[in-house]
């Protein structure tokens, strides 16, 4: 199947990976087109400031869109592209490290099924209702912020086994360290503007680490439903039947703290004598000019991701807890954990320069994962269905012509104000097939009385309904059909859990 390219009056090349019946909607072509005005804005600000960029050539070099493409806040979901000589972290957006982490166990769904009510039980109360535990000081939580699984790993003696660390085994961490992508740590040498956050030295229960967030964000208790890749899946671990845990979450609160700051070092760089863009969208030069604004702007998307890294990992240490608690030892182990909101500084095809990933996840083949626990199968690549619905475990096959992206999910069919008004018996339908656990527990008797409570556990839920996401299948068939992944297994969920 060809891709269809679009070269746009600013030279841009763009590649959409989508099927023949798949639409592509007006609104997210729109974000598109001014997305495209980037070129433009760099363009004007070389003829009028000459130093603004160390590189001559600096431009958005393409743009790569993947099947899920659908509108975002200001740039659209699913797009991967690659510039040279500067970043636009508009293109990461504020849920910073957005990603996903998948755990394979030894446990079945009979194991689940035949305990769910003591198991959801536990859930609430290690995820919802003060059973985190995650003691932690000044020290651990800066550790975080600048080096990530690193600096947790190298400070975590000091807090014994303590609440949460009695789950986490420092030796298993030190291998799965290479299960991460960049080892989940973007090293940097600061913090910025988290004094809050950091604490005192003294030891302190965690509030943010161990958040799901909202929006499509979840961990999810899944079971494996068919092998599509006998070979990988044997590599991986996987096998019919099998438990497996999912988790896709963001960096929260400190993500908005990061994005906020470097909105406002964008604006503040921008040269006074000229309009700003028309489209809103900053860049970032990767120049002498701009040295101290970059490493600043690095140092916080650094901090936001590193956290991020870490929140996955608590949030996979808390689900164990609890189903422990509940059903004893069992096998846990860790699949891999990639973002699907960052930017990297990347070489490709002999050019310096940065790929950014807005809705995106990495799908490296088996060759560029050469040297990792990867090497032979390809790069992991979890692409979700919406709540209730099925998931997909595929294999990076590393194509050129996206960028070596992938889909993060399937985009969203109805906006959540029109998932409001679907016709109640869609969706409860949808409640009386689907087990999810929210910080509300509607069959609660003080719960049971409080309408008001209700409503707005059903609305939130209703935005994040199978209805109000688009079927997931034709996306996962246009990867294979555009040689993007393949697929390695399909899951379905058991039980859900929703921040």
């Known amino acids: 199947m060809e891709h269809l390219k679009i070269h746009n009056s600013n030279n841009t090349n763009v590649k959409f990976f989508v099927s023949d019946e798949m639409k592509i909607e007006k609104n997210a072509i729109e974000q598109l087109d001014q997305l495209l005005k980037v070129n433009e804005s760099v363009e004007t600000l070389k003829a009028y400031v000459p130093d603004y960029f160390s590189d001559d050539a600096a431009a958005m070099q393409e743009v790569a869109i993947t099947p899920d493409f659908h ?30 982490r998948l755990y394979t166990t030894s ?15 536990e859930i609430r ?44 085994d420092a030796k298993q961490q030190e291998e799965d360290l290479h299960k991460v992508n960049r080892l989940g740590s973007f090293i940097t040498e600061e913090v910025v503007g988290l004094e809050s956050y950091l604490g005192s030295d003294d030891v302190s229960y965690d509030s943010q680490i161990g958040s799901i967030g909202g929006g499509n964000h979840f961990v999810e208790v899944q079971k494996v439903v068919n092998i599509r890749n006998h070979a990988i899946a044997s590599a991986w671990g996987l096998k019919r039947d099998q438990i ?22 964008l604006k503040s760089i921008y040269p006074n004598s000229l309009k700003h863009p028309d489209n809103g969208i900053y860049v970032l030069p990767h120049s002498e000019r701009s040295m101290t604004e970059w490493i600043t702007t690095w140092s916080l998307l ?26 004893g030892d069992f096998d846990f182990k860790l699949l891999y954990d990639a973002p699907h909101n960052f930017v990297w500084q990347e070489n490709v095809d002999g050019v310096e320069g940065f790929i950014h990933r807005k809705g995106s996840c990495t799908a490296k083949s088996a060759e560029q994962m050469a040297n990792t626990p990867f090497g032979y199968t390809g790069e992991p690549v979890f ?44 969706f409860r339908d949808f409640l009386d097939n689907f087990h999810v656990i929210t910080p509300i527990d509607p069959n609660r008797n003080d719960i049971k009385s409080r309408q008001d ?45 929703k921040g």
């Open 302 to 327: 650094h901090n936001a991701a590193n956290f991020t890294f870490a929140n996955r990992l608590f949030l996979g240490l808390m689900l164990n807890k609890a189903l422990r608690g509940v059903v």
């Open 107 to 121: 446990l079945n769904e009979d194991d689940i099924r035949c305990q769910r009510k003591q198991i959801e039980k």
């Open 453 to 497: 409570i209700l409503k707005k556990w059903e609305d939130e839920l209703k935005k994040e309904a199978p209805y109000a996401y688009k079927d997931i299948n034709p996306i996962i068939e246009t990867h294979e059909e555009h040689g993007m992944a393949t697929v390695v297994a399909e899951v379905e969920p058991v039980l859900t859990i």
């Open 125 to 168: 109360h290690v995820f919802f209702e003060g059973g985190r535990h995650i003691p932690m000081t000044k020290k651990h939580r800066e550790s975080i912020l600048k080096e990530g699984l690193i600096g947790i790993l190298d400070t975590h003696k000091s807090l014994g086994d303590n609440g949460l660390w009695a789950f986490y």
């Open 383 to 426: 692409i979700p269905g919406s709540m209730g619905a099925k998931s997909y475990i595929l294999s990076g096959l590393g194509n050129r012509d996206s960028l070596f992206s992938a889909s993060h999910g399937a985009g969203r069919r109805l906006s959540r104000g029109n998932s409001l008004k679907v016709d109640d018996a869609a």
């Open 71 to 100: 509108k975002g806040s200001g740039i659209p979901i699913g797009t991967t592209m690659f510039t040279k000589g500067f970043i636009i972290p508009q293109a990461v957006g504020n849920d910073i490290n957005c990603g996903m």
């Open 244 to 265: 497996v845990v999912m988790i896709h979450t963001g960096s929260v609160s400190i993500g908005h703290h990061a994005g906020l700051n470097i909105r406002e070092i």
